[in-house]
RNA sequence: GCCUUUGUAGCUCAGAGGUAGAGCAUCCCCUUGGUAAGGGGAAGGUCACGGGUUCGAUUCCCGUCAAAGGCUCCA
């Protein structure tokens, strides 16, 4: 949230908006008991211990309409400052602990400690707020979900109420149509219609199935990022799915990652696990011979399918599945190289992001949490490799934020963030530098002075992973992908049996002149204007149309997605005007 | 995993304590057509699955599975 948005009336309209929702809900519910409400960047929400009452849908509809009846008293809002001690007295008379007085003992002493008054209702707030709750008119309940108290989930689960507010009526109109517009930008139902991919319970929770033009765009964009590795001196490497459970207890994914992944496989003599990661098999043939500083630095790069065990209640369409395929290279390189081929990786990925045609995202620096114990490795290569991250980033001059706590347990990371169509943040691509794998696995690289020296691995994945980028894809492109992208590029529809033979021609001639592209040719009986629809309604890029005119002129009439119809042409006029690529 | 919600034909959805309907898609027949859906007919459902209440459950209750929105965690 932007600073120019926390400062702003809607802000603190929202807030109160929240409050007047926790002072409905007491009026309901007396024994509630209130915790943290803030203002979000839709909205607002009260985090509210129930105790022991289910809250359903239903409540949400009175709370909704006691709202109505309060913001009708038009009750002053009236703001008081007490000391800490007054404070802890009133939360004890409001019966708002214990949440409240954890909340009072966060407050550092210098701040001033606040309450809000409506009518018979106080809260401990911060503030600001608007000065009437008659000024909150344009507002609505949404739904409710569970929180866990402080987002910690070995604490209590809350009952967690969403709404929004606006100034204006038109606003909460629009906010809430442009929601529902969003839906059908929803890559799960344009997937389906599209033909792209699916779910089936038969086959398990999160594991997608591709379909044929989902297939294709996988295979359309591997080549892509194949052909942008091989130019940059990356190598192809393929390993198998599964592995010896040994590699992950070196690797440690076994103590630190055991409750992602898939249960271990016994034969009685060996264990294996379905891999998570492709790291291990690549330091595999990083060892398989003796390496010289000679060789380095070395980039294996592998369309590598490993399967996670997400928490069921996680998952989310092609945006986070058990089973996925990264576009993943592992980069072994010499503390000297590092700041250069971590550059290296972070304009490829830039590259990747412009020809894709995302324009909108952010960068984000994971750095380590000191709070947290989970990291592994020593001190100084953390503080080497999160230094080697934010030079790059500077040399590079990408804008950045620097977030603690998500690095990944073995490194620091920079991960492009990318919004789906509901607004939620996804991270798609990353690079991470790691100093641990090639400590726990004792790699080593001959180098100038004869002796061994330890290398730097750097995982990176451009993508992501080739289910969230389509997936994501598909939500930015609301389906009607650039036509490099389109898995079906041009359909040629013949009006009549008849002109079949001739559309048959067509198609060769295009091949001729366009070597690869994706043609699907309507030989079905259907009127003209059904074909159309249908390919229009596949966002097919080019129609070409096949009639008597056209055999007789030896003409095609095209018909764009975008413009609609524009007119005959001859078969080499048409392959000249499609997008080069 | 936890909280809330949902599960009826391939898809989108309607329906009611007494044994189920529409549109689209599918199949057949007619239509050979010029820029977003020609006409007619047929077929298609253990109402997610398993228990319970009831004379009777797809409908009410419980459990399981799956999905959606959150929370916690990650490409």
Redesign the pocket.
Known sequence: MDASYTKSRLYALRHSAAHLMAQSVLQLFPDAKLTIGPPIENGF?YDIDFGDT?????DLAKIEEKMRENAARDLPIVKEVLTREEARKRILDLKQDPYKLELLDDIPPEEEISFYTQGEFTDLCRGPHVSRTGEIQHFKL???????WR???RNK?L??L?GTAFETKEELEEYLHNLEEAKKR?H??LG??LGLFM?S?NV???LPLWLPKGAVMREVLTDFLRQAQLERGYQPVVTPHVGNAKLWEISGHLHTYRD?MFPIMDDGREQFLLKPMNCPFHIEIYQSELRSYRDLPIRYAEFGTVY?Y?????????????G?T?DDAHLFVTPEQLLDEFKGVVDLMLVVLDRLGLRDYSVRVGTRDPEDD?YVGADENWEQSEKAILQACEDLGLAYQVSPG?A??YGP?L?LMIKDA???T?????V?VDYNLPERFQLEYIGEDGKPHRPIMIHR?P???L???IGLLTEQYAGAFPFWLAPVQVAILP?????IPYAERVRAELLAHRPGLRIQLDD???????K???A??NKVPY?L???????EAETV???S?EE??L??MCVEGFAAMLPAD
């Open positions: 929400y289910k809250i359903t849908e239903e949404l739904n409710i979900a569970g929180a866990y987002g910690d989930e689960m009952t967690r969403y929803d799960r139902v389906r219609q779910f319970p398990g929770s999160g992602k996670r997400e928490q069921s209640g996680e998952l989310a369409g092609m945006l986070r599945v058990r996925f990264q989970k998500d990944a347990f990371k991960d509901l607004g939620r996804w991270q798609m691509g990353t991470q994945a993508f992501g992973s289910e969230r980028m009006i009549a049996d008849r002109h079905r009986r259907l009127t003209l204007g059904k159309i629809a249908e229009q309604s129609m149309i096949l009639g008597d005119r056209d055999e009439s095209v018909r997605r609609g119809d007119g005959g």
